[in-house]
């Protein structure tokens, strides 16, 4: 059967290769999973109570919710009628519900628990036109998602009536941008969007019937969303993890072929790996840390057989214990969102569990490049290969440029900001800068990240901020100096490396504000600075740092739901320190 609505995949599925386990997550505290069959019939059932409501094409309901097959279910309810999906970050404040929810005019609302619906009532307070609040999760005083299951069972004509008439260009989601300054943008996908990136992504995943996925990025955000899909499609079995805890012991449970991830999280990953090799004695700690200094020199290319020999050693003896705690079954990694360190995607790789880094955007469905391990499809630094129609192009300011179906239909209610970034001839203006070498895209900024210091050289910060974390000693880093004489660096050290590396020197370690208090160690973080300003012009070399004494994070207001350094927020709370690395001394 023909594919050309998002719907149309599930329907698919179950009539050429239906599955036992279609999607599955924690439900009342058990395991619950949905076969192919269940998962439609659910699906439908929850439009027509949907439709019993009131509910008709072109109306916008909304879900905030960690991954759970709910969502999925809900989003398959909305889509089969023809309204459109309105997915909110569950971490955003009540006010940005309240802004998304009055802007999209939502009339009904999905959340999953007793937090998320503190902030939807608040939210619908100064929303007239939410009429409806649903949840996931039983709490009294609440209406229960199950409580539309079994209504409007006079209305299969109509739904099938409403099905039959949506179309492959028609709007099937507004997803609001998190933003890093601003308010959100509602970003409008068409069901032909989204599905041409299905169709193209999964050229370049080892997707196959009777495989496993893990899902735990935000499906709110188009990347996990769109994947849900291709799994779907493929007809894989997806295991939904709602929140972050425990992921570790998710993952080895699931045991998945193919997840995503995020640069921050695999960063996480690879620091929680280190630990355990520090605390290692003896021959197995010198056999950890060669297999590191062996992974960090792997090469697509370019391999001596010696080189492997000793590759095929470590992966026996070492790497091995890595790929059993993803499971042990582990295909594919694809990594988005951010810049992922290069020396990480080589040691990964080196350890057998493939890697994969790839670039897109919200208002590009999202994927526009990934790289792939087969076919020569691999180079590290880069962002891979376009994908299946999709084009690239490199205006003369060195911006990238995307034409192709998975081009967004422009900024809900927003003509003036949709012109700003497409273009005549349909082109996407991302905001990136990059170039493109033998095939392959490589990104080396935000356009708009990009500022220029007082003396007027222009400064990339994220190249170097990706330099400065591949440091044991930091964690995180925010490169700064807009309109000052020099660039400098915000920078969280790594606090559990910190705790080693004092005990070993015999500096005393009370915590993160007194260690970062202690001139020997502002001395040897300034150190592995000097290490980056090697490589740089003399330009964009870091002068000064500040350390801080805790992580940005999602909470505090410094990253954005998909980890994105929020600058100005970041500029606002330190400016302090800001200050004190340009007052004249």
């Known amino acids: ?33 949905y076969g192919s069959k269940e998962f439609v019939e659910i699906s439908e059932r929850l439009a027509l109570g949907l439709m019993d409501m009131g509910i008709k094409p072109g109306d916008k309901v909304a879900i905030a919710s960690g991954n759970r097959s709910e969502w999925a279910i809900v989003d398959q309810a909305v889509l089969r009628i023809g309204a459109i999906g309105i997915p909110i970050y569950p971490t955003m404040s009540a006010d940005d519900y309240a802004y998304i929810l009055g802007h999209s005019e939502s009339k009904a609302f999905f959340v999953s628990n007793a937090e998320i619906l503190g902030k939807a009532l608040l939210a619908q307070a100064k929303t007239p036109s939410l009429a409806h609040v649903f949840t996931f999760d039983r709490i009294p005083g609440a209406a229960h998602w199950k409580e539309l299951i ?5 209305l299969v004509a109509q739904l099938q009536a409403y099905k039959a008439a949506v179309k492959n260009g028609d709007l099937a989601t507004i997803i609001y941008t998190s933003g890093t300054t601003g308010k959100p943008k509602g970003v409008m996908l068409s069901h032909d969007n989204i599905l041409s990136n299905v169709e193209s992504s999964a050229h370049r995943l080892p997707v196959e019937r009777g495989c496993k996925a893990i899902s735990f990025l935000p499906l709110c955000h188009i990347y996990e969303r769109m994947l849900m899909y291709l799994y779907q499609r493929a007809g894989m079995q997806v295991r939904f993890q709602e929140t972050l805890e425990e992921l570790g012991a998710r993952i080895r449970e699931a045991k998945p072929h193919v997840f995503t991830a995020v640069p921050r999280l695999l960063e996480k990953i690879y620091d929680t790996i280190l630990t355990k090799g520090e605390a290692l004695t003896g021959i197995k700690r010198k056999l950890f840390f060669w297999s590191l ?9 370019g391999r001596s057989w010696w080189y492997d020999v000793q590759l095929g050693l470590a992966r026996k003896l070492v790497f091995s214990k890595w790929r059993e705690a993803l499971g042990g079954e582990v295909k594919c990694v694809a990594s ?13 790789n080196a350890a057998g569990v493939p890697l994969m880094e790839g670039y897109g955007l919200t208002e590009t469905s999202p994927v ?10 691999l180079r590290f630094g880069s962002v891979g290969r376009p994908i299946k129609d999709v084009e690239v192009r490199i205006a003369a300011d060195g911006e990238i440029l995307i034409k192709g179906p998975n081009v967004m239909l422009g900024y809900y209610k927003e003509p003036e900001l949709t012109r700003e970034v497409l273009d005549a001839d349909g082109c996407f203006h991302t905001g990136d800068i990059g170039e493109v070498r033998d095939g392959f895209l490589y990104i080396t900024d935000r356009k708009k990240e990009m500022f220029k210091t007082s003396g007027g050289k222009y400064v990339a910060p994220q190249t170097i901020e990706n330099q400065l974390k591949a440091s044991r000693f930091i964690e995180q880093a925010m490169v700064i100096g807009e309109n000052r004489k020099f660039p400098a660096a915000l920078i969280v050290p790594s606090f559990n490396f910190l705790k080693d590396y004092c005990a070993l020197k015999g500096i005393p370690f009370e915590g993160p504000r007194q260690v970062i208090g202690d001139q020997r160690i502002m001395d040897r973080v300034f150190a592995e600075v000097q290490k980056v300003n090697a490589d740089l012009g003399h330009w964009e070399q870091i002068k000064k740092i500040e350390l801080l004494p805790a992580e940005f994070t999602i909470d505090g207001g410094e990253l954005t739901p998909s980890l994105k350094l929020r600058r100005k927020p970041i500029m606002a709370k330190y400016a302090a320190e800001v200050e004190r690395i340009y007052a004249e001394r």
């Open 336 to 348: 988005g969102s951010a810049a992922l360190q290069p020396r990480l995607a080589r040691i990964f």
């Open 1 to 33: 059967m023909p594919v050309s609505r998002l719907f149309d995949i599930a329907d698919l599925q179950l009539a050429e290769f239906p599955q036992p386990v279609c999607v599955e997550s924690l439900e009342e505290g058990k395991l619950r999973s």
């Open 150 to 154: 079994g209504k409007g069972t006079s």
């Open 293 to 301: 200094d062996l992974g960090e020199r792997y090469e697509v290319h």
């Open 368 to 377: 526009v490049s990934v790289n792939d391990a087969r076919n020569d499809g």
